[in-house]
């Protein structure tokens, strides 16, 4: 029928095809499981790599997943049934993280105190700057091989065991291996989530110890005057090492206090160590974030499902809600409401993280929503649309198989830049004195902290926070611009694709 | 034919009932549409006329044939062919199948319908879905019909693969790598997926290249012989038509115009609209001279169409009143082009700025009577009885009153063609099974030059 003559065609349009690849026929139509039975060498050789990197962490791992949900709470939910269960889960948690990983505080120790003959206490004898540094190093290696391992598991699965040469997607990632900026921003991206991952070995000390009962524990250190190792608890020595702008009433990033703690971004007005701080405060933006970005994306990415499909009334509805929430002032509404609900129960869960995440979503899903409308409407317009209806293919799988891969590309650009707009937010609400309750750490009340001695040597207090904010809001913004132009609206839902996207602009 | 035959079938009170038209039907129907109508925006929420795309065809199509759907684009030949499959909700009327009434499926009624008769898109680029191998995209009817195991979809689709003209292994294979005419067969292949009786043909080859077409035609015509399926073929392109129908039905803002076996209506077009549209097709030959028809102006619009028959507003053929047989051609034509105007002005509600412009004494976009008529009837002489209806309707619509210009100018100068909707008569002889719709068939205004003598295609 003359229908091989232009088979070629598509080579020349995609530069991804290949004739037939080196696969046996007989791997047609096998579940993946099969696939990689009867070719088993790559897969084997991918999962040892895996198992290495996993065991390398088993022990935190199990807490850090097990640890995640508020077992205290959910207990508390449904005693007698569930309770049992819960403290199970949170002891089994806790033993976890007592097993050791190479990244663990005790295997490379910047805990100790200089005597005359040298560094004590610390591991090999280093210095507690080298040991933390070191330790840092090895937790960015693990994760950055992570995402190697990661990279390396799909280009194995894309050469042995899928089945189609090339799919639409291979040529999304292609061009974002090409993005540059679209890679800086995911690095930035990355490194900022694993700082959020593994706040509590990340910092020189711990939050448990330096921040939030520092009259419970205690530290070792070397009293020049009495030639002695002495002992004092961690809240007097904090009292000693404030960074308050005048005199000698500053520790300065990259600089040992006088009890030879090593604080790589200097300390808060209070003493308290302004990294430890930083990290743990990483983790309380992601979270609250990415749950309130969950919800908002939730709600935008059904009802422009719907909207789209329906049309009409729907459509209309849909509108006028997103339009009534859009019309309050976020923040002020959320100082309200966090305000009004601050003695339920619901404000003590995360430490009133729970409330900002869902404050945020609820607000924020109209403008997630109107920026995935247009192409959500586009697609809803193709005529592969009218073909799933004439053969009577239900509404939501012709939604979810027809509608949402094209809306996806979109509604990651978006969150990606809405979700440096929410951690932005959370800081203000914090540098206000809202949202969540002190002493968690919360970069936002660094900043606040750090207000008063921004002209004085205490001036990292504010600063470094503050550049940490900008950079990692230029990298999700970065990301968004990076995937934006890999998805290339213009091979997907046709002309005009483009401008609908160019605007974007969460923060 | 049935309904078509006896002549006026969407006016005659039997057609409705459809037990009725069923039983005289012949065992060969496979599906009577009587007095369809799809009108958009019915129930819109600022009032006004909805779009009377479909409005009022009636028709049999025989089980194994091939019936064409011709017109201009906007006759809403696309609309009846979406109406028949249920992609869009009729307005009034049946389509009968075994004495169901498609337009009132639901439930599993509908969805055995929406097995049974299937639709080939006319674009191939937008009609299959870029993120899903042309696998899944066969395999998703039979998906959603459930039909037999998983292994055996695999298989059936494979099968309809080479079936097409493509290849196994272009399972695996995603519509980006495929050219217009192999994803055509695509599309072709997921509407024979689930083994359906009757498939709407969307202007299937119109997006395609000329030396594809053939291919795809061909392919339909062997698959239909093989299969033993029922096509409605709609097109634009005159020449595929008379290559793969087996009658032909022409289509004129929402009605049909003229109904008939191909060869026939091809070679001895009796109603005027076909004639002109047949005069456009372009012969291969320079040498022989034709008539050309070019027809005037665009089609009314679907929301105001006419009100005696739908093509009188640029009819070369039209049927002049009594008494005006003395004025040249011309002169006649620049009458037509002058209710023309009348028209447009009158159906062109004039939005809030434009009406500002008018009381602030500004030009409007809209086409000044007055002027329209100096240049029209510059160099004319009429007679006063033509003179004077027109010097008044001129006034009336200076006042800004076009309805009243129009009354007074249909009034005088309108006949049968401005007045009454002719109906569909049955033409040639008695059993060619050929209708058309035109008031020159009845004997009174038979217009001895359209006698039907000419045959633009022979």
């Given amino acids: 029928m003359g229908a091989d003559t232009d088979v070629g065609s598509g080579s020349t349009r995609t530069g991804e095809f290949r004739e037939e690849a080196s696969r046996p026929e007989g791997d047609r139509d096998l579940p993946l499981s099969e696939r990689i039975t009867r070719n088993p060498g790559p897969a084997a050789t991918w999962a040892a790599v895996v198992a290495v990197l996993i065991a390398a962490e088993f022990g935190a791992i199990v807490s850090g997943l097990l640890s995640v949900p508020p077992w205290g709470w959910v207990g508390g939910l449904v005693p007698g049934v569930v309770e049992p269960v819960a403290a199970l889960l949170a002891t089994v948690a806790e033993r976890g993280a007592e097993l050791p990983t190479i990244t663990s505080r005790s295997v490379i120790d910047n805990t100790g105190y200089q005597t005359p003959s040298g560094w004590e206490g610390t591991t090999l004898g280093l210095s507690p700057a080298v040991a933390w540094a070191l330790r840092v190093a090895v937790i960015y290696t693990y994760s950055f091989t992570w995402l190697l391992v990661g990279?390396?598991?799909?280009?194995?699965?894309?050469?042995?065991?899928?089945?189609?040469?090339?799919?639409?997607?291979?040529?999304?990632?292609?061009?974002?291996?090409?993005?540059?900026?679209?890679?800086?921003?995911?690095?930035?991206?990355?490194?900022?989530?694993?700082?959020?991952?593994?706040?509590?070995?990340?910092?020189?000390?711990?939050?448990?110890?330096?921040?939030?009962?520092?009259?419970?524990?205690?530290?070792?250190?070397?009293n020049d005057e009495t030639g002695q190792v002495e002992s004092i608890f961690v809240g007097e020595a904090n009292g000693d090492t404030q960074s308050r702008g005048q005199g000698d009433n500053n520790v300065g990033p990259l600089e040992y206090d006088q009890y030879d703690r090593f604080h790589p971004f200097g300390t808060l007005p209070d003493g308290k160590d302004l990294f430890t701080f930083m990290a743990s405060g990483a983790r309380v933006s992601l979270l609250v974030g990415l749950t309130s970005l969950g919800i908002a994306g939730g709600f935008a990415m059904v009802f422009a499902m719907l909207t789209a499909y329906y049309k009409g009334l729907v459509d209309l509805g849909v509108v006028i809600a997103g339009d009534s929430i859009q019309a309050m002032?976020?923040?002020?509404?959320?100082?309200?409401?966090?305000?009004?609900?601050?003695?339920?129960?619901?404000?003590?869960?995360?430490?009133?993280?729970?409330?900002?995440?869902?404050?945020f979503g609820i607000t924020g899903w109209p403008a997630l929503w109107r920026a995935v409308r247009g192409p959500a409407l586009q697609v809803s317009e193709r005529e592969w649309i009218d073909a799933a209806k004439s053969y009577g293919q239900r509404p939501r799988v012709?939604?979810?198989?027809?509608?949402?891969?094209?809306?996806?590309?979109?509604?990651?650009?978006?969150?990606?830049?809405?979700?440096?707009?929410?951690?932005?937010?959370?800081?203000?609400?914090?540098?206000?004195?809202?949202?969540?309750?002190?002493?968690?750490?919360?970069?936002?009340?660094?900043v606040s902290a750090g207000q008063p001695y921004v002209a004085t040597q205490s001036w990292h207090i504010s600063l470094i926070p503050g550049i940490l904010v900008v950079i990692i809001v230029t990298g999700f913004n970065a990301l968004g611009d990076g995937v934006r132009d890999a998805i290339d609206p213009e091979s997907d839902i046709g002309d005009g694709g483009n401008e609908n996207v160019a605007a974007g602009g969460g923060a | 034919m049935s309904g078509e035959s006896s002549g006026g079938s969407e006016t005659s009170p039997e057609m409705r009932n459809i037990s009725d038209s069923n039983s005289t039907a012949n065992d060969d129907v496979l599906l009577s549409v009587r007095d369809l109508k799809t009108h958009y925006e019915e129930r819109s929420l600022f009032g006004g006329d909805p779009v009377r795309a479909v409005d009022g065809v009636s028709f049999d199509v025989r089980r194994g044939e091939t019936l064409g759907l011709v017109g201009e684009s906007g006759c809403g030949k696309t609309t009846l062919g979406r109406t028949l499959v249920r992609l869009e909700e009729a307005t009034d009327g049946n389509i009968v199948i075994d004495g169901d009434d498609i337009t009132t499926l639901s439930g599993d009624a509908l969805q055995r319908w929406r097995r049974d008769a299937q639709i080939v898109f006319q674009d191939p680029e937008s009609s299959l879905n870029d993120r899903l191998t042309v696998g899944e995209i066969i395999r998703e009817p039979l998906n959603v019909h459930n039909w037999k195991t998983p292994a055996e979809r695999r298989q059936r689709v494979r099968n309809l693969l080479e079936r097409v003209g493509l290849r196994e292994e272009h399972y695996y294979r995603y519509p980006h790598q495929f050219s217009g005419g192999q994803r055509q067969r695509v599309g072709i292949a997921r509407a024979l997926a689930v083994e359906p009786d009757f498939v709407v043909l969307d202007e299937p080859v119109s997006a395609l290249d000329v030396s594809v077409q053939a291919q795809i035609l061909n392919l339909l015509m062997d698959l239909q012989e093989e299969l033993d399926l029922t096509y409605l073929f709609i097109a634009h392109d005159l020449s595929v038509v008379r290559h793969i129908c087996d009658r032909v039905a022409v289509m004129y803002l929402g009605k049909i115009m003229e109904f008939g076996p191909t060869e026939q209506l091809f070679q001895k077009p009796e109603n005027p609209y076909t004639r002109s549209l047949l005069s456009a097709v372009p012969t291969p030959d320079p040498t022989?001279?034709?008539?050309?028809?070019?027809?005037?102006?665009?089609?009314?619009?679907?929301?105001?169409?006419?009100?005696?028959?739908?093509?009188?507003?640029?009819?070369?053929?039209?049927?002049r009143p009594d008494g005006f047989e003395e004025l040249s051609e011309h002169d006649w034509d620049a009458i037509e082009v002058f209710r023309e105007v009348l028209r447009e002005r009158s159906r062109t509600d004039p939005s809030l700025s434009e009406r500002a412009r008018e009381l602030l004494g500004?030009?409007?976009?809209?086409?000044?009577?007055?002027?329209?008529?100096?240049?029209?009837?510059?160099?004319?002489?009429?007679?006063?009885?033509?003179?004077?209806?027109?010097?008044?309707?001129?006034?009336?619509?200076?006042?800004?009153?076009?309805?009243?210009?129009?009354?007074?100018?249909?009034?005088?100068?309108?006949?049968?063609?401005?007045?009454?909707?002719?109906?569909?008569?049955?033409?040639?002889?008695?059993?060619?099974?050929?209708?058309s719709r035109c008031h020159r068939h009845k004997e009174e205004y038979a217009d001895p030059d359209a006698s039907g003598s000419d045959s633009p295609q022979s």
């Fill in chain 1, 329 to 359: 002032p976020q923040l002020l509404f959320i100082i309200l409401a966090s305000f009004v609900l601050s003695d339920t129960w619901i404000a003590e869960v995360y430490n009133g993280g729970l409330v900002l995440a869902i404050l």
């Fill in chain 2, 288 to 319: 022989v001279e034709r008539d050309r028809t070019t027809l005037r102006g665009t089609p009314p619009s679907p929301r105001d169409p006419p009100n005696g028959c739908v093509f009188s507003t640029r009819c070369p053929a039209k049927i």
């Fill in chain 2, 362 to 435: 500004l030009e409007t976009r809209l086409p000044d009577v007055e002027e329209a008529a100096g240049e029209l009837f510059a160099s004319r002489s009429f007679p006063s009885d033509v003179q004077e209806p027109i010097q008044q309707s001129i006034e009336a619509a200076n006042d800004g009153n076009e309805e009243h210009a129009r009354e007074i100018i249909t009034a005088a100068l309108g006949s049968v063609c401005d007045r009454e909707a002719p109906s569909l008569l049955a033409t040639g002889r008695t059993d060619s099974g050929r209708s």
């Fill in chain 1, 151 to 222: 990279w390396w598991g799909y280009t194995l699965y894309r050469r042995h065991y899928r089945i189609p040469d090339w799919t639409p997607r291979d040529d999304v990632v292609n061009r974002f291996r090409r993005h540059s900026w679209g890679l800086f921003g995911l690095t930035i991206v990355f490194a900022f989530v694993v700082m959020a991952l593994f706040a509590p070995v990340l910092g020189p000390t711990t939050v448990d110890q330096n921040i939030e009962n520092p009259y419970e524990n205690r530290i070792d250190y070397y």
């Fill in chain 1, 398 to 446: 012709t939604m979810q198989k027809h509608m949402l891969p094209y809306v996806v590309g979109y509604f990651l650009i978006y969150a990606s830049l809405s979700l440096g707009g929410v951690i932005i937010g959370i800081a203000g609400l914090s540098f206000l004195g809202l949202g969540i309750e002190a002493p968690v750490p919360e970069w936002g009340r660094a």
